[in-house]
Nanobody, 117 residues
Framework: QLQAFGGGLVQPGSSLRLSCVAS????????IAWFRQAPGKERERISC????????YYADSVKGRFIISRDNAKNTVYLQMNSLTTEDTATYYC????????????WGQGTQVTVSS
């Protein structure tokens, strides 16, 4: 069971940190990805972190602004979002699976991020 937290309403240029917490099992061996979907747009995978090595991947749209990290002791994966723009407005989801295959069978509920002045 994954749960995503941390969304909110922020101004352009602000930062926000999302958390993805597993409540019933360990995340240690699972890759975790963050996806987002804005109204009228396709779902986009924006970042992924592998389970054991902690290798990270980013979509071009967030590279250099977002940072994914994990704290296995807390069973949590974070997405630090910096320099937010209105284009980052979306519902953000975390999912567990495999970065390389893109197969993510376990999903958390979304958390809304709205960037507006």
């Amino acid at each position: 069971q994954l749960q995503a937290f941390g969304g909110g309403l922020v101004q352009p240029g602000s930062s926000l940190r999302l958390s993805c917490v597993a409540s019933e099992s360990s995340l240690d061996y699972y890759a975790i990805a963050w996806f987002r979907q804005a109204p009228g747009k396709e779902r986009e995978r924006i970042s992924c972190i592998t389970g054991r090595e902690g290798s990270t991947y980013y979509a071009d749209s967030v590279k250099g602004r977002f940072i994914i990290s994990r704290d296995n002791a807390k069973n949590t994966v974070y997405l630090q979002m910096n320099s937010l723009t209105t284009e980052d407005t979306a519902t953000y989801y975390c999912a567990a699976g495999a970065c390389s295959t893109g197969y993510f069978p376990a999903w958390g509920q979304g958390t809304q991020v709205t960037v507006s002045s």
